[in-house]
Every structure is written in structure tokens, then in C-alpha cells.
């Protein structure tokens, strides 16, 4: 079956869509909240995945904050409470502004960063898309690199919260077992001292 080639054209344009890719890091603050937008147009889609961490020694066990995206109607399309990493992906149903939130305002919160990548698909006319082959591969290929830049960074966050958490459990495990030998030095003090009474009474006796 071969189409007319204004057919081919009109199918080449609705199913054209380019791969975009932003990564950023921040420091969320204890009881605050960051929010960012995208202007997107309708059927364009949307993916923010993120991860919390923490730089701080011994506070790796608190990473949970607060993560919504709101509509330009103001209603949340996702709402997400106490998790500490996740993928959310959204399809605009209208043209406007989508929000979306990081907050960190539980009782017990601190200061944590958060690293999230922003992708999102964009639709456009055929009129729009470069003319030059070289370019749309360019274009994918430098997709790509962002795309592994962006898993590097997440690595590095996940090895940062490892290895806090690593630190943060010896170091509990060396203070308790400077304590267990304190105390066993303690009470062998205290028998050697109890014995030593008790014969001296015995010896006046």
C-alpha cells in the first residue's frame, strides 16, 4: 500500500517527537519548598525522576520529603508523601504551566539535596524539524550523552548516601562497643576493689 506523499508528510509530523533532557542538583533546606515549571502543550510529556541525599556525616537515615505536580488548573496530578526517590511521568492534556514541588517540611527534617532530571517529549510540525540529517543525529546523540551524564550523577548521589549511611553505622557500632568495654573495665575494677575490701574486713576479723 503506498501513501499520497502529503499523507506520509502529515504521519511523519504527528509521530516526530524530540527527546529532551534536563538534570539539576539542589539544596532543600529543612521546612522549605522549591518548585520549577514547564510550559507544555497539550499531548506533550513530561518525566521527573529524582533522588534524595545528604553531604552531611550521620544524618543519612532521614531522606524522605514531600514530591506534587500541579496543572495550570491547580489541581495535583501527582502527590507523593515521605519517599526519598521516584519517576513520575505526565501527559498535558492542555496548554499551560505544570509545577511541580519538592518539599522538606516534616517535624524532623533536615537539610537534604535533591538531584532530579527533567525529560520530556515535544511534539512538533514538520515545518519545525531541522532540514539537516546531520543534526537530528547530533541532536539524538547529544540526548544520549545527557541520558549517561545524568545516571553518573545518580550513581554518585547513591554511593554518597551508602556511604554515609556506612559511616554512620560503624560509627555507632565503634561508640557502643567503647562503651561495652568501659563498662567491663568498670566492673572488673569494681571486683578487684570489692575482693580486696572484703578480705581486708576479713583479715581484722
Not at 501527559?91 to 517535624?107: E, I, M
Request: glycine share 4%.
Amino acid at each position: 500500500m503506498h501513501l499520497p506523499s502529503a499523507a506520509r508528510s502529515l504521519l511523519f509530523a504527528a509521530t516526530v517527537a524530540f527527546q529532551l533532557c534536563r538534570a539539576h542538583n539542589i539544596v532543600l533546606s529543612a521546612h522549605f519548598i522549591e518548585c520549577f515549571h514547564e510550559d507544555l502543550h497539550r499531548d506533550d510529556k513530561m518525566t521527573v525522576t529524582f533522588q534524595t541525599g545528604d553531604r552531611e556525616f550521620g544524618s543519612a537515615g532521614n531522606l524522605d520529603i514531600d514530591f506534587w505536580i500541579s496543572t495550570p488548573a491547580n489541581t495535583r496530578e501527582v502527590d507523593e508523601k515521605s519517599v526519598s526517590s521516584g519517576s513520575h511521568s505526565i501527559v498535558a492534556q492542555s496548554d499551560g504551566k505544570y509545577t511541580y514541588c519538592f518539599g522538606n517540611q516534616h517535624w524532623n527534617s533536615n537539610t537534604k539535596e535533591v538531584s532530579f532530571n527533567v525529560h520530556g517529549v515535544v511534539y512538533v510540525n514538520e515545518s519545525e524539524l531541522p532540514s539537516d540529517p546531520i543534526e537530528v543525529e547530533v541532536r539524538k546523540l547529544s540526548n544520549l550523552v545527557e541520558e549517561v551524564k545524568d545516571e553518573q550523577q545518580y550513581i554518585v548521589m547513591r554511593e554518597r548516601t551508602h556511604r554515609n549511611t556506612a559511616e554512620s553505622t560503624n560509627a555507632r557500632v565503634k561508640w557502643w562497643n567503647l562503651f561495652v568495654i568501659g563498662v567491663v573495665l568498670g566492673e572488673s575494677l569494681f571486683q578487684v576493689w570489692w575482693l580486696r575490701r572484703f578480705f581486708e574486713v576479713k583479715r581484722v576479723i
